[in-house]
Each structure stands twice: as structure tokens, then as C-alpha cells.
């Protein structure tokens, strides 16, 4: 994975696109070029890693282009469990709920993602509190529709 500043990755894609991603909804566009100016931006191909397992979970990753997924560890294996396309975040919920991380992210394809890591969002929180509560919600609204889906994965199942 090579990293990219953030003039480079408007180079390619222009901010009205990155705006319409469900994490940044609603998010003025000084707020997302703060994020881009402050994360870590990486190109990556297919078949790399965004993250491992027992690595920290400090950090969630917005998808920019592309698409990655989610194998999940548990009892000495993996399971796919989804794929993240380009809008979505992966790795918010071991950032909020303090554990490392309990998975691989794989990229599908070639892409785009933004890191951003613990120090950053909190200190996007003390910058931009006004934003830092909408992307708050955005981040909150991905997690219960991903959880309504997963419930209903369940009820189908039983």
C-alpha cells in the first residue's frame, strides 16, 4: 500500500464525490478536507491488507474507491462476513469498544482508503464539535444497519 496526500487523492477523486459517502453525510466539505489533511491516505490492490488480526484496533478505515472484506477469526479459522464498498468504514466498532482487531480486511480490488486513527478523531472532536457529532451519527447509523442486517441473517437461520 502506498500512502497519498491528500492533493493527490483529489487529483483522481473530487470532493463532491467523497461528500456523498454515507460516513461523511452531511459533513461540510472543510470538515472532510480536515480528515483528509490529518489521516492517512493509502492507495492499495487488490489482495492487500488494511489490517490483521490481534493487530491494535486504534483506527477505523473509510473506504474511498474500491472495495475491501471482512474475514472474520475465531476458533483457528476465517469467515467471510462482508464487503465493504467504496462510502463505508471498517474497523470503527474495535476503535469504539477498545479491543484489537478480530479479523482480516482484504481489498476486493484496487482502491482508496482514509485512515483515521483515535488521536485524530478525538482531536476532530475538540476542532469540530459541531461535525464531530454528525459523523458521529453517520458512524452510528452504519453500525445499526449492519446490525439490523446481521439480526436478520439470524432470524432467517433459525
Not at 102 to 114: D, K, M, N, Q, Y
Amino acid at each position: 500500500m502506498d500512502r497519498i496526500n491528500s492533493q493527490q487523492l483529489l487529483a483522481q477523486l473530487p470532493l463532491s464525490l467523497l461528500a456523498s459517502a454515507s460516513v461523511f453525510g452531511a459533513l461540510p466539505e472543510t470538515s472532510i478536507l480536515w480528515l483528509l489533511d490529518h489521516g492517512v491516505i493509502r492507495s492499495f490492490n487488490a489482495g492487500d491488507e488494511l489490517f490483521s488480526p490481534d493487530q491494535a484496533g486504534n483506527s477505523f478505515h473509510v473506504i474511498l474507491q474500491g472495495s475491501v472484506d471482512y474475514y472474520k477469526f475465531h476458533n483457528q479459522r476465517y469467515a467471510y462476513i462482508r464487503t465493504f464498498n467504496a462510502g463505508e468504514q471498517i474497523g470503527f466498532v474495535s476503535m469504539i469498544a477498545l479491543h484489537d482487531r478480530v479479523g482480516r480486511a482484504e481489498a476486493c480490488e484496487a482502491g482508496i482508503s482514509l485512515e483515521i486513527n483515535s488521536e485524530i478523531f478525538h482531536d476532530f472532536h475538540l476542532s469540530h464539535p459541531l461535525e464531530f457529532g454528525i459523523l458521529m451519527m453517520n458512524l452510528a447509523r452504519e453500525m445499526a444497519r449492519t446490525l439490523r442486517k446481521t439480526n436478520n441473517i439470524l432470524v432467517d437461520k433459525s
